[in-house]
């Protein structure tokens, strides 16, 4: 495990002179010395961590250290509860629940000759470009900038070359950037991408499912955080093939009751043979809602493009509103019609 004094070094310390965040509430005491992040694919600006949570992020995390759960078949975990201290868990919830755009994607899917139509039952968004491409410097916004390069000769991609995608890929922002950083740094692997889950109540769920798509490579490492409500993630064993049994207790499924601040690393054999789900629940305080982030490292354009489709979707924009205090569409007001 790298040393603290590490990422100490490895991050720009937040600078003394400090501007208020333009978009703060006035009672706000929060601040920052490093600018929003923008792009032209952003509905709205995402301000940097204030300096209150940016300090504690460099200079106190890993809070535990990761417990490692390999005691079942194919199971390769790596739980750190928390990961994120409690002196900063709960405003770290509220900025990105608050700063973050998220969508409701809508799609469908072919069994046979019928077609379904889905909800997504939960809040998501994403960002990031898989291991062909980069993000150039710049802000974009109108001024240009944040153009998508070839890794390898720092070269413009052709225009086509992510034609496949709903929307233009979106660079990750400061913000959640940072974590990304200090996410690889403890748990030994690098990430390109940044999904993020917002279950606005028990009603908003994921079904079991397995995160082995072919575009993130042979055993993917999955770097996932919990924030807000405490909410049940369960994990099964996939039916084994070719006719072979589980043991008695391989086959049970495990329930880990995840609270704010804590990360499960999935790694190795995991996504290959288990599934896991955040199944509906009533009660207790899934009302207050929860967010999750999962930093994954995408191949090829096609983990970009089903990362899009499936995160973003075409439907509209939702933000936070802290008088509702729900999700609402978001609308462009300082923009004139075009
Ligand atoms: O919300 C969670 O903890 C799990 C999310 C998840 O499995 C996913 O986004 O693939
Ligand atoms: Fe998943």
Known sequence: MVQKRTLDTFFQPPSQKKAKLEDQPAHSTATTSQPASTHKTYPFAVPQFPDSIQEILISSTPAAEGK?????????????????????????????????FFYRVKYKIKRGPLETDINTPRFTTVFGLDETSKFGPGGGGSGGGGEILDTKSGVKVPVDKYKKCVCEPRPIPACLDQL????????????????????????????????????LGPEPAIASFSLGARRDFLLRHKPPKNGEMLGDEDSKVLKYPLVSGDMILMRGKTQANWLHSIPKRKGGEVDKGRIN???????????????????????????????SRQMEPWTDHGKSPS
Not at 83 to 97: A, D, G, H, T
Not at 293 to 320: C, D, L, S
């Open 68 to 100: 490692s759960i390999t005691h079942l078949q194919d199971l390769d975990l790596l739980y750190f509860q928390p990961f994120i201290p409690k002196s900063i868990e709960n405003e770290l919830f509220n900025f990105l629940r608050s700063k973050l």
């Open 180 to 215: 990304r950083q200090i996410t690889e740094v403890f748990t030994g692997s690098s990430y390109n991408f940044c999904l993020v889950n917002y279950y606005a109540g028990g009603n908003d769920s994921i079904s079991y499912h397995s995160d082995d798509e072919r575009f």
């Open 293 to 323: 982030i999962t930093f994954r490292k995408a191949m090829v354009p096609g983990g970009t493009a089903n990362y899009y489709q499936y995160n973003v979707g075409v439907g509209e924009v939702y933000k936070w509103n802290p008088l």
